[in-house]
């Protein structure tokens, strides 16, 4: 999932930095902040980025960027690769209602962020467990509307996102012009429910669903980057772009079989 949601600060690093922010009081000496705190891990990174800049007969390549000391909650991180910071908490764990805040010097300017830790997802459902085919059955049968439904608690009217990892080996097209995913991720939505159909399941095998509790600067960063205006690109933190959020996630399992005609 981690590597899968960093699409996001990729897409604002090239995207967010074009010459009509120029004239605007966007300072582009600005970092991007890159970090997803998961409750019920133990250490947690931060990926620090400078800027994509595109001037109007040149421009300036986004890169990591090192030997700052990044801190949390106090605790200075280590740097383990160029632009990349960790904090390991030893047999301590990141947990539900935790608040963690973020803060470094940069060219002068002080950066700092906030974020809590979402409480653990409950409750996790999925009916049915299975579904059978036959093996003869290169896709499935336009008739068949059979209803995958996960279901989960949801207390605080959070907001989430399902995230589907298939038996696949890669992303290939089907017979109907459609595409077989290996992964998958959803738009975020508030409820505590997600309905598919197996026409959605492709592939026999068995399937990781993951259910991720996200928070509001992550959904939206995530509207702001799947929209094509990013003129103006949202930030929760202070004197920086990108992101430095949380998630709390659930895994379920969901098996597609074969079986003889």
């Not at 505590?192 to 600067?217: L, P, Q």
Request: hydrophobic share 35%; net charge negative; aromatic share 12%.
């Amino acid at each position: 999932m981690k590597q899968t949601v960093s699409f996001l600060i990729s897409a604002l690093i090239m995207t967010s930095c074009g010459e009509n922010l120029m004239d605007s009081e966007v300072d582009t000496d600005m970092p991007v902040v890159e970090s997803y705190l998961q409750e019920n891990e133990n250490s947690l990174t931060v990926k620090l980025y400078s800027m994509e800049v595109y001037l109007k007969d040149d421009y300036l390549l986004s890169k990591p960027i090192g030997s700052l000391q990044p801190e949390i909650n106090g605790n200075t991180l280590t740097e383990i690769d160029t632009g990349t910071y960790l904090l390991d908490l030893d047999e301590d764990t990141i947990r539900g209602g935790q608040t963690f805040d973020l803060s470094f010097n940069y060219l002068g300017k002080t950066i700092t962020a906030s974020t809590s830790i979402p409480q653990r997802i409950t409750g996790l459902n999925i009916e049915p467990a299975y579904i059978i085919r036959t093996s003869s059955y290169y896709f499935w049968d336009s008739t068949d509307t059979t209803e995958i439904i996960l279901t989960w608690d949801d207390p605080h009217k959070s907001y989430y996102q399902i995230y589907i990892e298939s038996p696949a080996s890669s992303d290939t097209p089907d017979f109907e012009g459609g595409t077989q995913f290996r992964r998958r991720m959803m738009q975020p939505f508030q409820g505590n429910s997600y309905r598919t159909t197996s026409r959605e399941f492709m592939s026999a095998g068995y399937y990781s669903i993951y259910v991720y509790r996200v928070n509001k600067d992550y959904v939206d960063l995530y509207e702001r980057i799947s929209s094509t205006d990013l003129a103006n690109p949202s930030s929760a933190i202070q004197n920086a772009f990108g992101i430095f959020t949380a998630m709390s996630a659930a895994k379920i399992g969901f098996q597609v079989m074969e079986a003889e005609e």
